[in-house]
């Protein structure tokens, strides 16, 4: 029983244009979801986070954006770089520790110069 | 600041065969992690470390499984005997905070990718 799920596992968005990545999360004690970007051969490393107290939350060129009535969040990259092809991981926990973070499965994003 | 440092980067061992896997956390980070990354999958939690303490270890599969983590800071995750189904990428990370801050970023080790044949 996946209690994160992204969907997609792949995506390829020309460089320059709007990435997005979805997520889903069926958990209702999840208040505090991150994302993590993965390179081959590489450990996860954290992108940008988002608890339930907003609905948005920007970072440069990634903006994070929480549904909270749908249990979604996606992830916008703008614009997209050849450099963000990576696997992308959403991530939810609370706030208040009793819940180890909990993974979906990634999104292989392909940036096409 | 130095990253999460894990050994080895890869090993491939028979079944049956016992295999150790390392990490040294970040400086100053009291919270320790191991994860256990499957082909297609995300990371799933196998152990958590508060200094020395195991405070959260529900999945490991202790029959086989053992970690430990001495003076609160490097940790050793062990696994005696390997089986086919225990090929993954292992993966240590850390965080600076203490008890229940699941909330701090965690940061990854490059992990070490175990072949079991």
């Known amino acids: 029983d996946q209690q994160v799920k992204q969907n997609s596992p792949s995506l390829s968005v020309q460089e320059g244009r709007i990435s997005i990545l979805n997520c889903d999360y069926t958990?209702?004690?999840?208040?505090?979801f991150l994302w993590y970007k993965k390179y081959p051969a590489e450990g996860p490393t954290f992108l940008i986070s988002?608890?339930?107290?907003?609905d948005k939350n920007e970072d440069g060129r990634f903006t994070v954006f929480l549904n909270k009535s749908a249990k979604h969040l996606s992830l916008h990259i703008v614009p997209s770089q050849p450099g963000d092809s990576a696997v992308y991981f959403c991530?939810?926990?609370?706030?208040?520790?009793?819940?180890?973070?909990?993974f979906g499965k990634g999104t292989r994003l392909s940036v096409i110069a | 600041e130095a990253g999460v440092v894990q050994s080895p980067r890869y090993k491939i061992i028979e079944k049956k065969q016992p295999v150790a896997f390392w990490c040294n956390p970040i400086?100053?980070?009291?919270?320790l992690y191991w994860y256990r990354q499957n082909l297609g999958q995300g990371p799933e939690l196998l152990i958590r470390?508060?200094?020395?303490?195991?405070?959260?270890d529900s999945q490991l599969p202790k029959d086989r499984f053992s970690a430990e983590r001495l003076k609160g800071v490097d940790s050793t995750l062990k696994i005696q005997p390997a089986e086919l189904g225990d090929s993954a990428v292992y993966l240590c990370?850390?965080?600076?905070?203490?008890?229940?801050?699941?909330?701090?970023?965690?940061?990854f080790g490059n992990g070490t990718r175990l072949t079991v044949t």
């Open positions: 990370a850390s965080s600076p905070s203490g008890t229940g801050l699941y909330n701090s970023p965690l940061h």
């Open positions: 470390y508060e200094n020395e303490e195991a405070v959260d």
């Open positions: 988002i608890s339930s107290i907003k």
């Open positions: 958990n209702s004690m999840f208040d505090y």
């Open positions: 991530a939810a926990t609370d706030l208040s520790g009793n819940t180890p973070l909990v």
């Open positions: 400086s100053g980070h009291n919270t």
